[in-house]
């Protein structure tokens, strides 16, 4: 089992900056991939940003420019900086963890982000 320990979200005027962490714990050592995911209301969950082990990322066309993620794998810890934020961005913000051989999905609680125009 694997869990997942989310902090960061808030309330944020349009154009501010915001830096989501997520902690795993228990059996991180079969974790590849960590990322972010988010659920506006009414809509799907969608992809944000994720990162292998190794370090690769992928974004989410509309955050790409804005968002970085990052990682520490000494902690556990998968960061989320968001900058130039929009209304738009929204929601409650998931982190994710897969793991390497079963391709499970682990996920956090949650945070809520509000973005105000």
Sequence with gaps: QVQLV???????QAGG????SC??????FVINVMGWYRQAAGKQ?????AIT???SANYADSV??????????AKN???????????????????LARTVV???DYWGQGTQVTVSS
């Design 23 to 28: 902690a795993a714990s228990g059996r991180v």
């Design 45 to 49: 969950r969608e992809l944000v940003a």
């Design 102 to 104: 079963t391709g499970t």
């Design 53 to 55: 082990r190794g370090g």
């Design 6 to 12: 989310e902090s960061g979200g808030g309330l944020v």
């Design 64 to 73: 790409k420019g804005r968002f970085t993620i990052s990682r520490d794998n």
């Design 77 to 95: 810890t998968v960061y989320l900086q968001m900058n130039s934020l929009k209304p738009e961005d929204s929601g409650v913000y998931y982190c």
């Design 17 to 20: 900056s915001l830096r989501l």
